[in-house]
């Protein structure tokens, strides 16, 4: 993250370069939407919908929570690893596999400490739910790690999302080290696409060439936090740039998303970063941010309670503290509308109902159900 302020002069610039038309600015008291207050959590960074209804909550401290909406209850999932908590890392994702219903496995996100620092890893578990609202995880079993770990604490991402041909992607970060993004020996700062299992998937664009070239789908991300799917069945993802430069993606099979070679923004120490522009052999983002909406979460709205949101990019915001709307026609994209929120926002899903449910960042972060006005 670590996103600093601009020069005005800068700002402006750019963002007249990304979103030709201003986006409706919508304060807290102009949300167009109801939000009802579930619970609260420690540093919440993700949420996972069970079967039954109830979520599961991801704590960065390491604690998995077990919600039931329906008494506004909390519970606890035992057995979860030890995470380097700290910096920007802890616990991350949850994720439900495809047939969980048959088998109960749950995949997992987090940092771990090894020599070096600390790099990301997925987990796969079986979870077994108790009487008393909690339950426990077992089996557990490490399918992917980070090639390489580092000290700082930055920039693991590591979204966890299922597709529809049942593999598992994960969106790995470059935890601040830059170049292992362009490096095709390093599984950092890559889209990865694996089977249930953690085994490279077959046809993956680079399988011929290593065993970590073969996980890779696409390169040049930098700290990609958020990933989903459109009805077209076309993979979106949006990430934080630098100082200025957050993008949101069009995945494709095999393509360079520049960094650390281009981007919108400028490195913090004032250095400028040569525009997507100056190489078209890079795949330009479809709508960027200068100055930065720190986004965190990101969902492709599907539902039909907000029917004119449907197809729409919804976005968290850290620093904007907001969330952001955005259309996308075709292969295009523009910010369509900021509505503040008053706090930090992280995670992101849509239940099948078509309710958005969001979770504040921070040490009292709620967890919110939102439903149109």
């Known amino acids: 993250m670590m996103h600093l302020g601009l020069s005005v002069t800068y700002a402006l610039a750019l963002v007249a370069g990304a979103l030709a038309v201003p986006s409706q600015q919508l304060d807290t008291r102009q949300q167009p939407f109801k939000s009802?207050?579930?619970t609260d959590h420690a540093e919440p960074w993700a949420i996972a919908f069970l079967p039954d209804n109830r979520i599961l909550v991801t704590e960065r401290r390491g604690n998995l929570r077990l919600v039931d909406p329906a008494t506004k209850s909390k519970g606890t999932i035992t057995g979860v690893p030890t995470v380097a908590y700290g910096?920007?890392?802890?616990?991350?994702d949850v994720a439900l596999h495809p047939n969980y219903a048959e088998n109960s496995i749950v995949y997992i996100s987090y940092a771990e400490s090894g020599t070096g620092g600390?790099?990301?890893a997925v987990a796969r578990a079986k979870l077994t739910l108790d009487t008393n609202g909690g339950g426990a995880l077992s089996d557990l079993e490490v399918i992917w790690r980070h090639s390489q770990k580092a000290s700082g604490g930055l920039q693991f991402a590591c979204r966890l999302l299922f597709g529809p041909d049942g593999a598992l992607w994960i969106s790995s970060g470059e935890i601040n080290q830059m170049t292992p993004a362009q490096s095709m020996t390093s599984n950092l700062g890559k889209m990865i696409k694996?089977?249930?299992n953690g085994t490279a998937f077959a046809g993956n664009p680079f399988a011929s060439q290593g065993t970590i070239q073969a996980q890779i789908w696409s390169l040049g991300h930098r700290n990609p936090l958020g990933i989903d799917w459109d009805a077209q069945g076309r993979l979106w993802e949006v990430e934080m740039g630098p100082m200025g430069g957050d993008e949101l993606n069009l995945i494709q099979s095999g393509a360079n998303y520049g960094w650390p070679l281009v981007s919108e923004g400028r490195h913090y120490?004032?250095?400028t970063i040569p525009a997507h522009s100056t190489r078209p052999d890079i795949a330009p983002p479809k709508a960027f941010w200068v100055p930065v909406i720190s986004p965190a979460g990101l969902i492709i709205y599907k539902g039909d309670l907000f029917s004119s949101w449907k197809g729409n990019a919804i976005i968290t915001g850290l620093s904007s503290q907001?969330?952001?709307?955005?259309?996308i026609t075709g292969d295009t994209a523009k910010e369509a509308q900021r509505i503040s929120m008053g706090k930090r926002m992280?995670?992101?899903?849509?239940?099948?109902?078509?309710?958005i449910w969001v979770i504040e960042?921070?040490?009292s972060g709620r967890l919110l159900k939102l439903t149109p006005n």
């Open 194 to 196: 694996l089977y249930e």
């Open 118 to 120: 600390a790099g990301g």
């Open 346 to 355: 992280r995670g992101i899903r849509e239940d099948k109902d078509g309710a």
């Open 322 to 327: 907001s969330i952001v709307r955005v259309t």
């Open 87 to 92: 910096g920007q890392g802890g616990l991350h």
């Open 36 to 38: 009802t207050a579930i």
């Open 361 to 363: 960042d921070g040490p």
């Open 269 to 271: 120490d004032g250095r």
